[in-house]
């Protein structure tokens, strides 16, 4: 039975790697419903029921998430889980590694989050700041998760279950951080979720990669789990040689 995690960060135009369309995203909506895929939360997704299931995640919380995203799944019926850096609410996304064309669209502000959360939307944490947690030490990688988790707690009232790793890097003390504190860690990893996936680092699969509706209309059968493998290898062959040449470069 198919179980999968689907990534989203902003909702624009852009055209940016980690943009989607509103006519994209209304469209990947409207195929999960008529294919009767059941939309969980991301902590639900392994022990769901239905013969497919999925969770529709969205990374950094920005703005157009209550303009563009929600009126979109409120027309279908779905919810989703945004997960936000909670110590940017409110400003731009303007840390390292953001594309140009986003760095200074506008993060949701404590009072979205609040209405969106009363309206059903799940909101887990993405840090305070987003860096690369694993460019820092274990005491401040580690404030940066528990705090955030707090820091949303304290302004939803609400339970914090998920913590998606900033830009998908963590080491095992990170992780093992998450492990402690949330019930589930998300990562940046390709794939669908397993009976063999790490709860400290479930799989996702980045709405980039689904941007024709070709896929999105498959992504359940058979052919959609080939293709997730195939470019998952390639994004896996890509990062090894990425690594080989910055240890070339260092030397």
């Known amino acids: 039975m198919p179980r999968a995690i689907l990534t989203y960060h902003s909702i624009d135009d852009s055209g940016s790697i980690v943009s989607t369309t509103t006519e994209t995203l209304r469209l990947h909506l409207a195929s999960l419903v008529a294919q009767g895929v059941e939309v969980v939360a991301p902590g639900e997704v392994a022990e769901a029921r239905s013969p497919s299931a999925v969770a ?6 920005f703005a157009n998430f209550y303009t563009d995203a929600f009126p979109a ?13 909670a ?8 840390w390292a590694r953001q594309p140009p064309a986003l760095k200074t669209r506008e993060l949701l502000t404590w009072s979205k989050i609040q209405e969106l959360q009363a309206a059903g939307i799940e ?64 990562s940046t990893e390709m794939g ?3 009976r063999g996936s790490s709860f400290e680092a479930l799989e ?3 709405a980039y990669y689904l941007r024709s509706a070709f896929w999105i209309d498959r992504l359940f059968a058979p052919l959609g ?14 990062k090894r040689f990425e690594k080989i040449t910055a240890r070339a470069s260092a030397q």
């Not at 110590?87 to 303007?94: A, E, I, V």
């Not at 914090?160 to 990170?174: K, L, N, R, S, W």
């Not at 789990?225 to 890509?238: D, P």
């Open 56 to 61: 529709l995640t969205f990374d950094d919380g």
């Open 123 to 186: 909101f887990g944490a993405h840090s305070m700041t987003h860096p690369s947690l694993p460019d820092l030490p274990i005491d401040k990688a580690a404030s940066e998760i528990l705090d955030s988790k707090r820091a949303i707690e304290d302004r939803t009232g609400a339970a914090v279950e998920c913590f998606a790793y900033p830009y998908g890097e963590y080491t095992q003390p990170i992780a093992d951080v998450v492990a402690e504190n949330f019930r589930i860690g998300l």
């Open 204 to 206: 996702r699969i980045d």
């Open 73 to 85: 799944l409120s027309l279908n019926g779905l919810t989703a889980t945004v997960l936000i850096v």
């Open 225 to 238: 789990g080939r293709y997730i493998a195939c470019r998952a290898a390639a994004r896996g062959l890509k």
């Open 192 to 194: 669908f979720v397993t």
């Open 87 to 94: 110590g940017r609410c409110g400003q731009s996304g303007d």
